[in-house]
């Protein structure tokens, strides 16, 4: 993540780059065609002033002269030749140069774009893994708030399970408390009263709801008398199972 | 004698798959099949006494007594008590909720003038906080005990459902015999405590036996002699005039007499022609008619509450054993079958149970049993050893009977559960045969 920022940059300053070196050889192409060597035309030879001093010596010295200026001529033709030769073959080396360069920054330019190519690869590769990354963080989030929820939820079951069982364990004891306070005055065989019991964490009977009445009040209320009466009932200590234990339910049946 | 049947239920009806928010869970059920065995507690304050001198009964200590008697109650000892309220308003109930009181009396005595008492009492409700039942009584001095038994019917029958029988009467019979001279014998009419006794006859040397109430309370049915030569008979004796005449003349000796619920008719005993049988008599014309034909011993008949049977004791298996017959007569249908010997029998009030002196051979002798005629099955009440002539009193909560306590013959009250037993008389020389009466 820290990393991020300078990764985020460095492409652009690579943009930067390629163009700066655009530029430079731009300029380069520019100031070599500038100093493009010129042709220089050949100055007229002087016609020399010849003084005739014999004919055969002018004669030869004529052909002399001749030969001279044919060789002169060819030797210039031959420079000249030589000199196209060396222009073409220079044209040919600009030109091959130039092919190069262009070549070089044909080249260039693809590896700048390759390179850019790579880049926004590389960039969106990145991005690509920053988002799966991310992705993978929130879901890793919410499986484990899953898997606490499912503890939690473990957790409460087990909780209530051993509420249900420390309570079972006195369930006894609290039977025979609210029996041997019940007076059961007659015989109400067949009937049956239901009540709702909520008590406190100390097991003192805090309220007592008829569920069900049986239709004979001297039932309903001997039996609610007998709840009343045996408070403080028998109830676990443990804290954590008073939420499954403060209300449950007395059936009278006698 | 109860059995508590721990039928304990421990039901998760939601389970524990849903986990359901704990307000709406409580599916734990705990399940009460059976009461304590003692009665409901119940605190009887003393009566306050606004008067001269000393009051001149002590209407609480009756009705304590009364209740505790009934089985049905237990009586919260006095000392207990964080208060002593006479009025509903000096009432905190949370101080009787701490001695676990369900109900609470509470009354005053006014002496209003000469002979003249104002009674007054309330029945509260310790954890309703309410008023039960509350009445006022104004009487003379001689029927403060009398206030004191309706007191106890009511709040009897507030508590428990059932019509009080405490404000009613009782029959027996005592015998007297000084320096191996004459024998007296008494005909006595008592409140149902025993107190108040009232001589209704006396004899000198002629026995008096098996005294019936009428079902209106008016008459007594028993047999006596005319005199020392002639047989048994049943008299008929108008409590209130003191009048008396024997029912019908017949052959050989009657005895054992029983009035039908409508009091129309007597069932009773006649020895003639060495056979003992069953007789129905129609008491205003006379007409009598053999019930039973049987060559064995057949005694001791005892109405159904509805008037369609009857009840007896025959021997005719060889020992004692109770049968019942119709009305009408019929076919005898033998109904004890445990037990060596089974005797006396007579309904309670609902025609479910029979009361019975019963002998089950294991040489503890005689007690006193309740029979239940839809299971056959007898629980004992007593544990004497001549326990004999049982009677349920008129709402069936308890049964009078007679006892042996060491060498005397007394009077004693079991509560229909036999949770209560008490003695009622005593020193009364040989007291026999009670018989409660169905009204006052």
């Known amino acids: 993540m820290s990393r991020s920022p300078r990764k985020a940059a460095s492409p652009i300053r690579g943009f930067i780059y390629a163009v700066l070196i655009h530029i430079v050889f731009g300029a380069l192409i520019g100031v070599s065609l500038w100093f493009q060597p010129q042709v220089i035309e050949p100055l007229p030879g002087k016609p020399m002033q010849a003084k005739a001093i014999d004919l055969a010596a002018i004669e030869r010295a004529k052909a002399e002269k001749k030969r001279k200026a044919t060789e002169k ?146 039932l309903d209320e001997s039996a609610e008398n007998a709840i009343f009466k045996a408070s403080p009932l028998p109830f676990p200590t443990e804290p954590r199972y008073y939420e499954y234990l403060k209300e449950f339910n007395f059936v009278f049946k006698p | 004698m109860r059995r508590l049947v721990a039928g304990m239920l421990l039901a998760l009806s939601a389970g524990c798959v849903a986990l359901l928010p704990a307000s709406a869970f409580a599916a734990l059920t705990i399940e ?181 109430w009428s079902p209106n309370g008016e008459w007594l049915a028993y047999v006596s002699f005319s005199d020392a030569t002639s047989g048994a008979n049943i ?28 009091g129309k008719w007597l069932a009773l005993t006649i020895s003639a022609k060495g056979n003992t049988d069953i007789y129905v008599l129609q008491v205003a014309s006379g007409d009598i008619r053999q019930l039973t034909r049987h060559p064995a011993i057949d005694t001791e008949p005892a109405w159904s509450p509805d008037g369609r049977h009857l009840v007896f004791t025959s021997d005719r298996s060889g020992r004692p054993q109770i049968y019942r017959i119709g009305r009408n007569g019929g076919e005898a249908e033998r109904l004890t079958r445990e037990g060596k ?50 009677t349920f009193s008129p709402n069936g909560a308890m049964i009078l009977y007679a006892t042996r306590l060491g060498r005397d013959g007394v009077l004693a009250a079991v509560s229909a559960d036999g949770r209560v037993r008490q003695i009622l008389k005593m020193h009364d020389g040989e007291v026999r045969e009670p018989a409660w009466a169905a009204s006052r």
């Open chain 1, 73 to 218: 001529k060819k030797a210039a033709e031959k420079k000249k030749e030589k000199e196209a030769l060396k222009k073409k073959e220079e044209a040919l080396k600009k030109k091959k140069a130039k092919a190069e360069k262009k070549r070089k920054a044909t080249e260039k330019k693809k590896a700048a774009e390759k390179k850019k190519e790579k880049e926004a690869l590389k960039k969106k590769k990145a991005a690509e893994v920053k988002k799966k990354a991310k992705a993978e963080k929130k879901r890793k989030a919410a499986e484990k708030k899953a898997r606490e929820a499912a503890e939690a939820q473990a957790q409460l079951e087990r909780d209530e399970r051993e509420a249900v069982s420390a309570f079972g364990a006195l369930a006894w004891a609290i039977q025979q408390q609210v029996s041997s306070n019940w007076s059961e005055p007659g015989d109400f065989s067949g009937m049956s009263v239901s009540f709702l019991v909520k008590v406190d964490r100390d097991g003192n009977v805090i309220s007592v709801t008829i569920t069900n009445e049986s239709g004979d009040t001297r």
């Open chain 2, 32 to 212: 009460i099949t059976q009461g304590e065995d003692s009665g409901t507690p119940i605190a009887a304050v003393p009566f306050r006494w606004h008067g001269e001198g000393e009051p001149p009964e002590d209407i609480r200590a009756i009705i304590a007594a009364d209740l505790h008697r009934s089985g049905r109650f237990d009586l919260l000892p006095t000392n207990d008590f964080l208060s002593k309220p006479s009025e509903v308003t000096e009432v905190r109930y949370k101080d009787w909720r701490l001695i676990k009181a369900e109900a609470l009396v509470i009354g005053r005595v006014i002496e209003k003038g000469p002979d003249q008492f104002e009674v007054s009492f309330q029945l509260l409700d310790v954890y309703r906080e309410r008023i039960k039942v509350g009445l006022r009584f104004s009487v003379s001095a001689a029927q403060l005990r009398q206030v004191a038994h309706q007191i106890s019917d009511r709040i009897f029958y507030e508590m428990t459902g059932i019509r009080g029988a405490f404000d009613t009467r009782i029959a027996y019979v005592t015998m007297n015999q000084q320096d191996n001279s004459d024998r007296l014998y008494r005909l006595m009419v008592a409140d149902s405590d025993g107190h108040d006794p009232q001589q209704i006859l006396q004899t000198t040397n002629l026995p008096i036996l098996s005294p019936a």
């Open chain 2, 235 to 262: 008299w008929l004796q108008d409590i209130n005039s003191g009048n008396r005449r024997t029912i019908a003349q017949v052959e050989g000796a009657a005895s054992a007499p029983a009035w039908s619920p409508d």
């Open chain 2, 341 to 390: 010997e089974n005797a006396r029998a007579s309904y309670d009030p609902s025609g479910k149970r029979l009361v019975m002196v019963t002998n089950r051979g294991t040489g503890a002798g005689y007690q006193i049993g309740v029979f239940s005629l839809a299971s056959g099955e007898m629980e004992l009440l007593t544990d004497g050893t001549l326990d004999e002539s049982p």
